[in-house]
T-cell receptor, first 116, second 113 residues
Framework: AQTVTQSQPEMSVQEAETVTLSCTYDTSENNYYLFWYKQPPSRQMILVIRQEAYKQQNATENRFSVNFQKAAKSFSLKISDSQLGDTAMYFCAFMKRQTGANNLFFGTGTRLTVIP | DSGVTQTPKHLITATGQRVTLRCSPRSGDLSVYWYQQSLDQGLQFLIQYYNGEERAKGNILERFSAQQFPDLHSELNLSSLELGDSALYFC????????????FGEGSRLTVL
């Protein structure tokens, strides 16, 4: 079974500063995806960034980047130049790479507050 | 807009009642997933359907059931409702290829009084 652990229930960061959210996971699979989802107060689930486990290069999406350490089963999210709109719950998620059964396993989330 | 439509957006009912939540996936997506998010919790996977057939099952209670119809929309039926069933229920869909991305609807918020 896959488990995803987010050990930081809450974090805060000053506007324009950088913050890193932590995530570890446990799996015996070799082919999988890792994701960070953002859930703002509207409750919509928004995909922030995706990493394919077979790719060594860390994924980057504008101000968002990850530090993927496969051997350590670690997948942290770095948000640069934090903006007020980044205030949200952030969920780390794991997906086994297979056709037709792409269910996600989520961590418990980190509530991020960006302080003006 | 993810392209996944869920109805109703909000639902208030009493204990012991039965409700049905509906989901229309993105055009072309064959898989539908149901997740439950209780207050300030992560999303718990309930069940997945692929082209009308159950593909994977998670922590879904026996009081809950789901199905996917020939037009690929899905319904989640919740019966004998309890206070603890109050939650946000998300539907998501994905394409047939292994792209690794789920597209989420806006959720149906169920309140059981």
């Amino acid at each position: 079974a896959q488990t995803v652990t987010q050990s930081q229930p809450e974090m805060s960061v000053q506007e324009a500063e950088t913050v890193t959210l932590s995530c570890t996971y446990d799996t015996s699979e070799n082919n999988y995806y890792l994701f960070w989802y953002k859930q703002p107060p509207s409750r919509q689930m928004i995909l922030v960034i995706r990493q394919e486990a077979y790719k060594q290069q860390n994924a980057t999406e504008n101000r968002f980047s990850v530090n993927f350490q496969k051997a350590a089963k670690s997948f942290s999210l770095k948000i640069s130049d934090s903006q007020l709109g980044d205030t949200a719950m952030y969920f780390c998620a794991f997906m086994k790479r297979q056709t037709g059964a792409n269910n996600l396993f989520f961590g418990t989330g980190t509530r991020l507050t960006v302080i003006p | 807009d993810s392209g996944v439509t869920q109805t109703p957006k909000h639902l208030i009912t009493a204990t012991g009642q039965r409700v049905t939540l509906r989901c229309s996936p993105r055009s072309g997506d064959l898989s539908v997933y149901w997740y439950q998010q209780s207050l300030d919790q992560g999303l718990q996977f309930l069940i997945q359907y692929y082209n009308g057939e159950e593909r994977a099952k998670g922590n879904i209670l026996e009081r809950f059931s789901a199905q996917q119809f020939p037009d690929l929309h899905s319904e989640l039926n919740l019966s004998s409702l309890e206070l603890g069933d109050s939650a946000l229920y998300f539907c998501a869909s994905s394409s047939p290829s292994v792209t690794g991305e789920l597209f989420f609807g806006e959720g149906s918020r169920l309140t059981v009084l």
